[in-house]
């Protein structure tokens, strides 16, 4: 199998590569639209039935918000150092994720991409339907972050987490979490003088119940894929709708993006293009990878019960 990088031509390889403000101000714009519309329908759905359906389409655009905040963790997002960091530092906020704990444990799991014993990202629980149920739930995932948020400030880390934040790393990671904290304090308290559930309507609420929407896109990026090194292998690409790819900033080209990780969201498209006849794991459409996860899954369960039995 070649490698990626010599399946471009170098001079196209570099048009592709190149950072631009444009794009991502674009897609950064039209996301933040849909969630003042998605947010608006829950706002004149409070009080009605319609409520539940509004936060969870409310929801989904905000979980999808880890789209922007995955690019600007690769700093590639914008070409500006400043806005990337204003995005990645305000999505982290809203979806409750350290920066540079993510940021530290994304580059081990790039590095490590599929390695049972040094990959910290790599999922699993899908290997049988009960687990593939379980991580569904968003259950362990919530369990995960909140643990994060309450350990970090004490500088606590698990044996995972210390091997991937080295000793320089740690006290920023400790701080950040205080200020995450605080920043949520100030939230809580402003909605408890004020007898606001503004914060739960159009926030918390819709990003919790939406998750699972999240950890099933999570899932078809390397779920059933072959744990090996090679990276036009063990990750996935799913071709699907264009509003679908437009919310996800062309995550869905996750193969790719394994591939030539300093290839900016916006490129992947073109990228495809000279990588997609090469890739092990393309499939069409979300539902079709569930599909076959699933069908996996219960190869899984079938082999442990005949195990335990």
């Known amino acids: ?4 990088r010599d399946l471009v ?3 196209q390889l ?3 590569a190149r950072r631009r403000d444009g794009p991502g101000l674009v897609f950064l714009a039209t996301h933040v639209a849909t969630l003042v519309l998605t947010g608006s329908l829950v706002w004149l759905s409070l009080g009605s039935a319609w409520l539940w359906p509004a936060m969870f389409l409310h ?3 905000i979980v999808h918000l880890f789209a922007p905040f995955h690019e600007t963790a690769h700093s590639s997002a914008f070409k500006s ?6 995005v990645y530092w305000t999505t982290s906020l809203i979806l409750g994720l350290p920066p540079t704990h993510f940021r530290l444990e994304h580059a081990a799991h790039h590095a490590h991409t599929s390695d049972p ?3 910290p990202e790599l999922i699993t629980a899908g290997n049988t339907v009960s687990g593939y149920l379980w991580y569904a739930s968003s259950l362990p ?5 909140l643990s994060s948020l309450v350990r970090h400030p004490f500088a606590v880390f698990t044996d995972v987490e210390r091997a991937f934040i080295p000793q320089s790393q740690r006290r920023r990671v400790q701080r950040e979490a205080w200020l995450m904290w605080a920043v949520y304090a100030t939230v809580a308290a402003a909605s408890f003088a004020t007898g606001s559930f503004t914060a739960l309507s159009l926030w918390l609420v819709p ?3 939406a998750e699972p929407v999240m950890r099933v896109i999570r899932l078809s990026e390397h779920g059933a894929c072959p744990l090996v090194p090679d990276m036009l292998k063990n990750t996935r690409t799913v071709l699907t709708l264009r509003p679908i790819q437009w919310l996800n900033w062309n995550m869905a080209y996750h193969a790719e993006h394994h591939s030539l990780p300093a290839v900016p969201f916006h490129a992947l498209p073109a990228l495809h293009g000279h990588l997609g006849p090469h890739l092990a794991e393309l499939e069409h459409g979300y539902g079709r990878t569930q599909a076959r996860i699933l069908g996996k899954a219960r190869d899984g369960s079938a082999l442990s019960a005949a195990l335990r039995n």
Do not use: I, T
Request: charge should be positive.
């Open 1 to 4: 199998m070649p490698s990626p």
């Open 9 to 11: 031509p170098a001079g």
């Open 14 to 16: 570099r048009a592709l």
């Open 59 to 61: 929801g989904v655009v």
């Open 81 to 86: 150092r400043r806005l990337n960091d204003a």
């Open 117 to 119: 014993d040094h990959d």
């Open 141 to 145: 995932y919530f369990f995960y972050l």
């Open 207 to 209: 990003r919790v119940v």
